[in-house]
């Protein structure tokens, strides 16, 4: 909370599940900070119902296929000023917000496995929560891309140290495309130049 002291009201701050909960999200709100976050649902103060933890009771269980999900459905529940909303993509995504109506919808495109597009429902929670993390969860999956790159026969160099300054060559490669848009390569073409 020291941190966020000297935000001007309004601000939008969006993390991860490693911070969210439903203490620091009101106590953000009543200071006129709006937050978004992944939310681990075992945490305190959580809508039971949306969990995905395996039912221990009969009524659990009668509780869990109710509000099982087909990919694009979604559910939510909302008790002022914080909303819960469970969408179900390949897995189960959860968002806590007060910043975000949990009611409105938008349209997506998915890459399938196959590799075609396929339109999907998105709540826009969801949908702003992925346009506002930008770089800091796509760096996990260029990894593991260029990862997979170097497996299937590129030059690979054994070495640890290879692979520290692949991160610190990707976060760079990150910085610059999000601060200077005029030039942009691949890392992939970094990589092929280093």
Request: aromatic share 8%; net charge positive; hydrophobic share 35%.
């Given at each position: 909370?020291k ?26 709100y009543y ?6 976050g ?12 949306l ?5 221990k ?6 509780l869990?296929?109710?509000t ?10 909302f008790c ?7 969408w179900?993509d ?21 890459t ?14 969801i ?7 930008g ?36 976060l ?23």
């Open positions: 909370m941190l966020g002291g000297n935000l001007p009201p309004n601000t939008h701050l969006v993390f991860d599940n490693f911070f969210t909960s439903v203490v620091l999200m009101e106590s953000l200071r006129g900070i709006l937050a978004t992944t939310v681990r649902m075992l945490r305190k103060n959580l809508p039971k119902e969990s995905t933890r395996k039912p009771t009969p009524g659990e269980r009668i869990a296929n109710e099982k999900l087909n990919p694009g459905e979604f559910t939510y529940r002022h000023p914080c909303a819960v909303v469970k179900k390949t897995k189960d995504v959860h968002v806590l917000s007060t910043a975000v109506n949990p009611t409105k919808v938008e349209v997506i495109q998915r399938q496995k196959n590799g075609e597009k396929k339109d999907m429902f998105c709540p826009s929670i949908a702003e929560y992925t346009r506002s993390m770089g800091v969860d796509h760096f996990h999956s260029t990894i593991i891309e260029v990862r997979t790159q170097l497996a299937a026969g590129q030059k690979c160099h054994g070495s640890a140290c290879f692979g520290f300054c692949s991160r610190v060559l990707l760079t490669h990150t910085f610059y495309i999000n601060t200077n848009t005029k030039i942009v390569k691949t890392y992939t073409e970094i990589l092929d130049y280093v």
